[in-house]
């Protein structure tokens, strides 16, 4: 299953080809330009194909990721999703108030986390043990701030605020806060679905 | 000459600031005090660079003065601040004031009111950057509400102060949004009269607009330059943001004034998301807009400067500037692709479609400005030629990385993290704006010096590949730390991302050192006299942008 782990390493290496494929362009452009030699003309059709090559560039990008980031239609579609779990949590003072000392998730389960704040506009984050993000959204004060995840992995998480809320944010970490479990038990043992 | 009469008189003694118009000179105070706050935010910046590869020694009470968590988010919250509006505003605002009468053939509308642009701007900043240096206002540049008026974390007295310092800048700003529209539109006493109207279209693009609609023969032709007609566009948006920036400092200095008086206000009174939408979109108009549209113009007139040749696709580029002034007010929401009560309508259609526009209007700037530069092949490396292509491979590397982050997929795992500061954000500044800038300054040193001989190429060269390597480099390091899950806007404590930090570190320590050798270059080829003889008055005519031959 596509979790972020593997969507940033497609991220990585596309753009970092990109970025080597821009900079020889530019080497090669600024060491002909100061070529001597008659320049040829840029043609109309150049100019218009890169235009238009642009324009599907730049909504393609947005169909793709649609298609195969299995959280984007989830979250799109969120209101008409019913979740199996579901995890009230409150933010205020710069601390998370969760309903238990360990959220506990059984695998591939789609959890919904409803994060409310009192006072400021926070984030809510969850991070695995190498400090790699799984999820964040913002949390702002005075409405529910509502996420559905699917959790395919077994692990255990720490809950990080993920907005600046003032000097005092920068310690709001609850460690090991959640673990999913059951993913390596078979479906027909009650495992894994 | 001597090392000591060169850093005196200049290089050659070539500079002599009593031959400089006060125009001239106008302009380049400008430009001083634009590079003097450049100054400012990469000491910070390098300041906090050194606190992300290891905060410890700084947190302790007592082992480095002046040092502090409630010190860093000082700094984090003045550095943007200072960047933008000290010195990115400085430089452009200077450089245009002086450039449109100069494209126009006409004084400029008010030698007064720039004066005034310079020194409320200069001031305001002066005023917030302290404010946040000694009080350690910290609501960051985004004032997410209700922070900016969160009195548990900051006092109000100090929050009025930082805000009366913004306030400031945006008088500024209007003063040099009026003067830029005048001096477009009026009439210069002893001018043939001009129909203002007619190049306020012009301008704004109105009349290329309804060309599109009307064959050859009856189209009207552009009464405005190509670059004019870019600063006329740039400037709408700053005009605009000049206006949300005020209301809001308005509506968080009530809050802040009543505290003052013993009133708590209810902070609950403003809808957050409401709040964010709005500040969001006015942000937005210097991020999205005013920036790109300067910057698109500055490319075009720097292609035009050193090619000597109209720009390509003339017409394209006016429209694909106009295309961007739209964008630039329809965009705002994928700064809201986190946000889980923002519709999703607004995420997909603002969020992700119309911000793929910037993908599309800055590529064609990019290849408009390439296929101009090589319609006058062979052309030779100058120093402006050198930095505008730096400026343009800059927005060549941040844009693309800024369209990956507007996603709703990718955001999902990129928002906040060091991947947008760091690959979009700091690439797109320094290595993209910033490049761009020095481009013009090169351009114009001796334009503006009537003749000032550069001290030293070699120290120009070096200037431009650490300031290249510097900045790519640590903007690269920034986006390998977020790809990995590291916030921005917050502190380590265990070492997670040295190595990364470490690398960024080094990287804004060439940036420094790319900046130290720019400065050395500029005073050894004015002198510390023609340097101080700029701040001095000029007896000149306010009309004459150059002095007469």
């Excluded at chain 1, 452009?29 to 043609?43: A, H, L, M, Q, S």
């Excluded at chain 1, 506009?121 to 005075?142: A, E, I």
């Excluded at chain 2, 390597?469 to 502190?491: D, E, K, N, P, S």
């Excluded at chain 2, 400065?519 to 701040?535: D, P, Q």
Aim: proline letters at 4%.
């Amino acid at each position: 299953m596509v979790d972020s782990t593997t969507v940033l390493w497609g991220q990585t290496i596309v753009y970092s080809l990109y970025v080597v494929a821009i900079l020889v362009v530019m080497g090669v452009f600024t060491y002909n330009i100061t070529r001597d030699g008659k320049p040829p003309t840029v043609k109309d059709k150049l100019f218009y194909t890169f235009a238009g090559f642009l324009v599907v560039l730049g909504m393609s990008l947005h169909v793709v990721t649609y298609n195969t980031i299995p959280w984007v239609p989830t979250d799109v579609h969120r209101g008409d999703i019913e979740a199996d779990k579901e995890f009230a949590i409150n933010v205020a003072d710069h601390e998370f108030q969760l309903p238990e000392a360990r959220l506990m998730i059984d695998c591939e389960d789609t959890v919904l986390f409803n994060v409310t704040s009192s006072d400021l506009t926070y984030g809510f984050g969850l991070f695995r043990q190498d400090n790699s993000m799984v999820f964040q959204m913002q949390v702002g004060p005075g409405r529910d701030n509502e996420i559905i995840w699917e959790f395919h992995k077994n692990g255990v998480y720490s809950i990080r605020s993920t907005e600046y809320s003032g000097p005092l944010g920068y310690q709001m970490i609850v460690k090991d806060a959640v673990e999913v479990s059951g993913c390596d038990v078979a479906a027909g043992e009650g495992g894994a679905k | 000459m001597t090392f000591k009469d060169t850093l005196i008189d200049g290089n050659e003694s070539a500079f002599d600031h009593k031959t400089m118009t006060p125009m001239q000179k106008l302009t380049l105070r400008f430009v001083i005090i634009g590079i003097v706050y450049y100054a400012f935010a990469a000491i910070e910046g390098m300041l906090m660079r050194i606190y992300q590869v290891d905060p410890v020694p700084f947190i302790e009470d007592g082992v480095i003065p002046l040092a502090g968590i409630d010190q860093y988010f000082g700094i984090l919250t003045a550095h943007p601040l200072v960047g933008i509006f000290g010195s990115t505003y400085l430089l452009v605002f200077g450089a245009f004031l002086f450039l449109v009468p100069f494209l126009m053939k006409k004084p400029l509308w008010s030698f007064k009111a720039a004066n005034w642009t310079l020194w409320t701007i200069a001031g305001g900043t002066f005023i917030f950057w302290a404010d946040g240096f000694l009080s350690h206002y910290a609501p960051l540049y985004t004032l997410y509400w209700p922070l900016p008026a969160d009195f548990d974390q900051f006092h109000p007295l100090s929050g009025a102060i930082f805000i009366t310092g913004i306030a400031l800048v945006m008088v500024g700003t209007a003063l040099f949004v009026v003067n830029i529209f005048k001096t477009i539109t009026y009439t210069p006493e002893g001018f043939e009269k001009v129909d203002g109207k007619a190049y306020l279209k012009s301008a704004l693009g109105v009349t290329g607009f309804k060309n599109l609609w009307k064959d050859r023969k009856r189209q009207k032709e552009h009464l405005v330059d190509l670059p004019v007609a870019a600063i006329a566009r740039g400037t709408v948006d700053t005009a605009l943001n000049a206006g949300i920036i005020l209301f809001t400092g308005v509506l968080i200095l009530v809050y802040m004034v009543a505290e003052l008086f013993g009133t708590s206000l209810e902070t609950t009174t403003v809808d957050a998301l409401l709040y964010k939408n709005w500040f969001w979109w006015g942000l937005d108009l210097i991020a999205d807009g005013l920036v790109l549209i300067f910057v698109a113009g500055t490319w075009y007139l720097m292609a035009s400067l050193i090619t000597g040749k109209r720009v390509y696709m003339q017409n394209i580029a006016r429209a694909a500037l106009l295309v961007e002034l739209v964008v630039s007010w329809t965009v705002w929401s994928h700064h809201l692709l986190s946000d889980q009560g923002q519709p999703a309508i607004l995420k997909i259609v603002s969020g992700e479609l119309v911000t793929a526009f910037e993908l599309i209007t800055q590529g064609l700037a990019f290849f408009i400005t390439l296929a101009t530069l090589w319609s006058a092949r062979p052309l030779k490396l100058t120093n402006e030629l050198k930095f505008l292509l730096g400026g343009l491979l800059g927005f060549a590397l941040a844009v693309p990385a800024g369209i990956l982050q507007a996603d709703i997929g990718l955001n999902r795992v990129l928002h906040n993290t060091q991947w947008v500061v760091g690959p979009h954000v700091h690439v797109a500044i320094l290595v993209g704006l910033t490049m761009t800038l020095y481009s013009a300054i090169y351009y114009l040193l001796p334009v503006l010096t009537n003749g000032a001989k550069l001290y030293s190429q070699k120290l120009a060269n070096f200037h431009f590949w650490a300031h290249l390597v510097g900045g790519i480099g640590m903007g690269a390091f920034m986006g390998m730390a977020g790809l990995q899950g590291m916030l921005r806007r917050t502190l380590y404590f265990e070492g997670e991302y040295f190595i990364y930090m470490f690398l960024a570190a080094l990287s804004g320590a060439l940036l420094i050192a790319a900046l130290l050798a720019f400065l050395y270059n500029i005073v050894m080829t004015v002198g510390l006299k023609g340097a101080l003889g700029i701040f001095q008055k000029s007896d000149g005519d306010v009309r004459e942008l150059l002095p007469v031959e």
